[in-house]
């Protein structure tokens, strides 16, 4: 580690720290329905919008018709991006003629549910297959839907605790399209000019082709870059234009933007925590979630860091030189860009799976097992370290109500949270959310460990009868690039992924087969509606209910007490739940390694 | 009342009711006590208890606690595969037997707790059986009565109970007055008077009548009377679990099913990594079982009902009895606590400390004249007036048959009482109606007579003027007496986080002094019982819980709406029907006590959770090494604990696992202490010692097992 390094770190964390409370301001007064500063400007904009898809701005929403018009937002979304990727060889904007051969039914549907539910996993090459009329019109514009239907979660959820006896939670239209309007469409609009200042693409041109110096064709792919990777940072969404994400100079050209993308992932979710305290009307209880969010994001940025920075022992045994000096950074460098180094790069891993953003800007499968524990138990925690955009939020109040309901009772009373009685409803929708998680990630994964798929049937003359739909003949292990506990590693971090909305990838696990689409795709519808709709119904729940005086019987749910509280049971719940699969993939894996033993790349089956 | 500035002087009371003695914490002074204490371990509980324990193994009944269901169900499994095992000839079935044997010890040790706490309260209820035993009843039928067994009485029905007699139901007294001897319900042996009229009207069945005839009107049908209440509650049979055990529940179960998805994941990963290390086998199902009964929180789920049963139990110690265990529960949470005056924050009665003569009329006039008119006046107000006269000015008690006189009572009316003796008429009462008194008369008031009493009234006090004929002689003061230790108990409820309010007849002046002196939140002065009900509705309005006491029928609508309403036993049938506690010692001070008991139970709960959800760290560290060392001998570096053998380390595991629930019973039984402080310095101190200790606790417990284990060969 260098002084450079954590300075980078530090740095990042004021910055955050500094824009919270006014962005956290802000979006309280939006979502408040008060004006902003920014109302003169956008407000005719708002109204327009009410306007065409005809919504009355004053109708406030049960949980259960908020929870509807969500989920046919998303029903909606979701067939529009399918139908576009189908589609896409006879729509316009396709300069390099992709058609529906390159998207299948299987990736359409992964690659769909993937933007719909703000995962953005991507089991295809941007520039390999999709048109510039998908991109843009599909994927970026699920970036904005996605995101702020993240944030109206959250604001629903905020307002259960806000609300007293009030049956409705707010309008899932109105809330959406505020998002959109005042904060997710002013902020990317500024990025992009600046991203593409700095260097990002913008056109729609062809792919270029032109010859290297050392002789060799190289096709260079083009396209509307920099007008998605705005958003893709800011809503936490993390699906790049081309397959190497952040880590392709068109998307992140140097240590500056790279920079302003980390800050942009935690942009909203920070700020969101001090909403929440503006809104239930105690600040001190954003800022208590604030600081659970950074002494874990803290915790495991350094530890990421350092277990880069230390590098592989098998390649310092070998005599080579794995401390950072003037000349060379020392550590793990392998699958980092040179531009950004170790500090950055683990900075970004953390960032982006603390948050449910999954952009990368470098291979989180070379990093040291241990530092590859980081992203993966940040992702099975649930992204709760500031999280994702909305999801982030109401994901660490989920765990704020376990902590106070396990650790309440012991101040005497039935547990409450905010003024608001934890009760059997809560409890349960809590519980649900909890235990679909786990399911998803636990049981899909186990599944894929054991898995095979027949040879398909032959008939006299040895032909196959039909093809092998699913995968190829084999077992589903066969497509992960490294056998041992790596490999384990790649694939519990691809249910994981998926599960919590993420979208990074371990990589290394060849996923563009039916099987791989379809289990990973149904992971990630359980992983955000499983998760969102019990907590909308425990906000439903929360609304109908008397705020209670706070007294000093009442537990404290602010201050450095409180924090442990909750950065323990997030800790204890996601280690519990998942340590026995940890110990067999990463943990083992960094003892292995310290013995000297490494799991070489397996090569990669000639199908893909 | 509104419109009163002053308090009347209460009538005298032709008997009083022996209430408790008054300023002594209730704890300790009960003579008897409805459930006698008994040691925790009292073999005969004890016995009954371990039969129990192999009762409740039956799935039906186990199947309403998921934790030990999920247990009992891998008990089986794994003893399944042990007698598989046994026909198959496999090895290591050492290992196996032990395995099942302590799971099905764990099953055994948490019915345990649950019988232990059940037990106790059969063992009550027998003996209260016994007392209601086969009572027969004289009912009225017409001018003469039948005997018939009270089994047969139904609400309506009229009784005659005479000297000697076991009143053989619940009723009203509709005729007549009588001793009755209470202590099968209270535990008090001092008789109370039950009459007719008035809040003393109320009997209960199985009580016995010492004296006198009275008849009573049976208020309630067969099984329905208070005693079989009183049964059924203590034994448990109308236990129903309480709103935040059912939330508890929730949650452990919720746990239980992650863990299970964790252990039954572990297989197929296991099988993955042992194919692809080629080494070591994949762990078999008394393994498997092993972790999941460690990591289930077997614990809090093996003693979750012993603690709601401990709970109420600790209640009725308290000889409260309370209708729901909702209602203990809720006692935790009040915000609220209302507190009458009389007899809860002052003593029951006011004293005259001084006599304040006018202008014109020596001490010594004004004490002998208050001193005479006092006379016949048996109040405890009207006494202390002849004991200060006699102690400042040494004026005996005279005998007043000697001279010619006539006493008048006190009436609501007049607000006055008196005597008119050798032609004097002297009067003493309220400052107002004694002045109209004089005015009337054609006498005029000393100047300085509305200062005195209103000084008076600002300080607390009561005063009464007193006059002879036409004439203001001066004025005596009353004075409330806050019971000695009631300011630092209430000082205590704010800690709490509770608030203390007054409420009294008297006026907002006087209340202002006694609620200042007593250091409680706020007062309600001139409160009537619409005064107070609405101020509970204000209360709960803002979200706040509220308890109080009462014993009047006009009290009942109140005691309905509080949150916890506690009635006194010596008050109403409809105030005993419409609170969720009866207090059997009718000590409105209790309610201080039931609030602690709501706390400790909530607290009991809360630390056993975290320790059992704490507790598995350690238990990780011991059996995820042990599980995969031949496939990874790379992960040993995980035993910490530097465990034996794999062997030795699940059942290390296993063993500690079960005996930690059986180290727990006393606990629960007794409750964790609760201290009186605020939440903030009560939850720091509680998770450090069940939380942070129940991560640390049993690493040195499972690696004591391990060496044990080893030491006598069994692993």
Request: glycine share 10%.
């Amino acid at each position: 580690m260098t002084v450079n390094g954590i300075a980078q770190i530090l740095i990042f964390f004021l910055i955050i720290l500094a824009t919270t409370k006014p962005l956290g301001i802000f979006m309280a007064r939006l979502f408040e329905g008060k004006r902003t500063f920014l109302h003169p400007i956008l407000r005719p904009l708002e109204v327009l919008t009410y306007k065409v898809i005809g919504v009355r701005e004053e109708t406030e929403q049960r949980w259960t018709q908020y929870t509807a018009a969500l989920l046919a937002f998303s029903v909606f979304s979701f067939l529009f991006v399918y139908l576009l990727q189908r589609l896409q060889g006879v729509l316009p904007l396709n300069p390099q003629g992709f058609n529906r051969t390159s998207v299948t039914p299987d990736l359409a549907f992964n690659t769909a549910v993937s933007f719909v539910t703000n995962t953005n996993w991507q089991a295809y090459s941007g520039e390999s297959t999709l048109s510039y009329l998908v991109q843009m019109a599909g994927l970026a514009v699920q970036n904005f839907a996605s995101a702020a239907a993240g944030i109206a979660v959250a604001i629903a959820v905020v307002r259960g605790f806000a609300r007293q006896q009030m049956d409705s939670l707010g309008n899932f239209w109105v809330d959406v399209t505020r998002a959109t309007v005042y904060i997710l469409l002013p902020v990317s609009t500024v990025v992009a000019l600046f991203l593409c200042w700095q260097g990002v693409i913008q056109n729609f041109n062809h792919y270029t082709t032109l010859t290297t110096v050392e002789g060799v064709k190289q096709i260079i792919a083009q396209g509307p870059v920099a007008s998605q990777e705005a958003i893709k940072m800011l809503g936490t969404n993390g699906g790049g234009f081309f397959n190497a994400n952040s880590a392709h100079p068109f998307e992140n050209p140097n240590p500056l933007t790279n920079f302003l993308q980390i800050i942009l992932i935690f942009l909203i979710p920070a700020a969101l925590t001090y909403t929440f305290g503006v809104m239930v009307g105690d600040r001190r209880q954003g800022w208590t979630v604030f600081s659970a969010c950074a002494v874990m994001f803290l915790a495991g940025a350094f530890f990421c860091y350092w277990a880069e920075a230390q590098g592989n022992p098998t390649l310092a045994k070998l005599g080579i030189e794995t401390h950072a000096t003037a000349l060379q950074p020392g550590g793990n460098m392998e699958g980092k860009e040179t531009r950004f180094g170790i500090a950055a790069s683990a900075l970004f891993a953390t960032v982006t799976t603390d948050a449910s953003c999954g952009a990368v800007n470098g291979m989180h499968d070379s990093f040291t097992p241990l530092a590859g524990l980081v992203p993966l138990f940040n992702i099975e925690t649930g992204e709760v370290i500031f999280g994702g955009v909305g999801a982030g939020l109401y994901g660490i109040l989920l765990y704020a109500i376990l902590a106070v309901f396990i650790a309440g009772l012991m101040v005497g009373r039935t547990p409450e949270y905010v003024g608001k009685k934890v009760e059997q409803k809560e409890v349960k929708m809590a519980m649900l959310a909890l235990i679909a998680t786990a399911f998803s990630i636990l049981v899909l994964a186990a599944i894929t460990s054991v898995i095979h798929f027949a040879e398909p049937t032959k008939d006299a003359k040895g032909q196959p009868v039909a093809q092998s739909y699913w995968n190829p003949p084999g077992p589903a292990t066969a497509n992960f690039a490294n056998n041992g506990p790596h490999g384990f590693s790649e694939n519990l971090y691809a249910y994981s992924s998926a599960t919590g909305n993420n979208g990074s990838a371990f990589a290394g696990i060849s996923v563009n087969t039916p099987w791989y689409n379809f289990t990973l795709g149904l992971a990630m519808l359980l992983g955000r509606f499983l998760f969102l709709i019990p907590l909308l119904a425990a906000a439903g729940s929360l609304a109908l209910k008397k705020k209670i005086p706070q007294t000093a019987g009442t537990l404290p749910t602010h201050g450095p007490l409180f924090v442990g509280l909750l950065v323990g049971t997030v800790i204890l719940v996601g280690a519990l739940t998942f340590f026995p699969a940890l110990a067999l993939g990463p943990i083992v894996e960094h003892f292995l390694m310290q013995s000297g033993k490494l799991f070489a790349l397996l090569p990669f089956p000639l199908w893909s | 009342m509104a419109t009163l500035t002053e308090t009347p002087i209460p009538a005298p009371l032709k008997d009083p009711i022996p209430g408790p003695p008054s300023g002594q914490d209730p704890g300790s002074l009960l003579p008897g006590k409805l459930v006698r204490a008994r040691p925790l371990f009292d073999p005969e509980i004890v016995r009954r208890a371990l039969r129990d324990s192999f009762l409740k193994l039956n799935p039906l009944t186990l199947m309403k606690n998921p934790v030990m269901f999920v247990v009992e169900v891998g008990a089986a499994l794994v003893t399944v595969f042990l007698l598989r095992d046994l026909f198959t000839g496999a090895g290591g079935l050492g290992f196996e037997v032990q395995i099942a044997i302590w799971l099905w010890f764990t099953v055994l040790f948490a019915n345990f707790a649950e019988a232990m706490a059940e037990a106790r309260g059969k063992a009550q209820a027998d003996a209260l059986r016994k007392t209601k035993g086969d009572a027969m009843a004289k009912r009225l039928v017409g001018k003469k009565y039948e005997v018939v067994p009270a089994s047969k009485l139904r609400s309506g029905d009229v009784v005659i109970a005479e000297t000697g007699d076991l009143i053989p139901g619940d009723g009203e007294v509709i005729e007549g007055i009588a001793t009755v001897d209470e202590s099968v319900i209270t535990g008090e042996s001092a008789p109370v008077i039950r009459e007719s009229g008035g809040d003393r009207s109320a009997v209960t069945g199985g009580t016995k009548v010492l004296s006198d005839q009275v008849r009573i009107r049976i208020t309630s049908n067969p099984g329905e009377t208070f005693l079989d209440k009183m049964i059924a509650l203590v034994e448990g049979a109308e236990r129903q679990k309480t709103p935040n055990e059912i939330a508890l529940n929730i949650l452990i179960a919720g746990l239980t099913l992650i863990f299970l998805l964790a252990v039954a994941t572990l297989h197929p990963f296991a099988v993955y990594a042992v194919s692809s290390a080629g080494a070591g086998v994949v762990p078999t199902i008394a393994v498997l079982v092993s972790l999941l009964v460690c990591l289930i929180p077997t614990t809090i789920g093996g003693l979750l009902s012993a603690i709601g049963i401990a709970g109420m139990d600790r209640v009725m110690q308290h000889n409260v009895l309370a209708m729901s265990g909702k209602a203990v529960e809720a006692s935790g949470d009040v915000n609220t606590l209302l507190l009458d005056k009389t007899g809860t924050i002052t003593l029951g009665n006011r004293q005259a400390v001084e006599f304040i003569a006018f202008e014109g009329v020596t001490e010594e006039e004004l004490a002998d004249a208050a001193q005479l008119s006092s006379l016949a006046d048996e109040t405890p107000e009207g006494r202390s007036v002849v004991v200060l006269a006699k102690e400042k000015y040494g004026l005996r008690g005279r005998e007043v048959a000697e001279h010619e006189a006539h006493f008048i009572p006190f009436s609501a009316y007049t607000r006055m009482s008196g005597v008119d003796i050798d032609g004097r008429s002297l009067r003493k009462g309220a400052s107002s109606a004694i002045a109209k008194l004089v005015e009337d008369a054609g006498g005029s008031l000393p100047a300085n007579f509305q200062e005195v009493s209103d000084r008076i009234s600002r300080t607390g006090g009561t005063p009464l003027a007193v006059a002879d004929g036409r004439r203001a002689l001066g004025i005596i003061h009353l004075k409330d007496i806050v019971k000695g230790g009631m300011k630092e108990r209430i000082a205590q409820l704010r800690a709490m986080g509770i608030r203390s309010v007054m409420i009294t007849g008297d006026n907002p002046l006087t209340a202002a002094a006694i609620a200042q002196e007593a250091g409680v939140d706020d007062f309600l002065a001139q409160a009537t019982p619409g005064d107070k009900l609405t101020y509970i509705k204000r209360e709960q309005g803002e979200g706040r819980l509220v308890a109080m006491t009462g014993d009047g029928t006009n009290d009942a609508p109140a005691l309905a709406q509080a949150d916890v309403g506690l009635a006194m036993n010596t008050g109403t049938m409809a105030a005993k029907e419409a609170g969720n506690m009866v207090d059997l010692d009718s000590n409105p001070t209790k309610l201080i006590e039931v609030v602690a008991i709501g706390k400790q139970l909530l607290i009991t709960r809360g630390a056993l959770t975290t320790f059992s959800i704490a507790n598995d760290v350690a238990k990780y560290f011991a059996i995820i090494p042990a599980m995969f060392l031949a496939t990874y001998p790379a992960l040993s570096r995980f035993n910490i604990m530097q465990l034996h053998s794999p062997q030795s380390a699940v059942l290390a595991a296993v063993i500690f696992n079960a005996l930690i629930i059986i180290a727990l019973v006393p606990l629960a039984l007794r409750g964790v202490k609760y201290r009186p402080v605020g939440a903030a310095s009560l939850l720091r101190r509680n998770v450090l010692i069940y939380g942070l200790g129940g991560i640390l606790v049993p690493f040195p417990g499972i690696w004591l097992i391990d060496r044990l284990l080893v030491l006598l060969h069994l692993a």
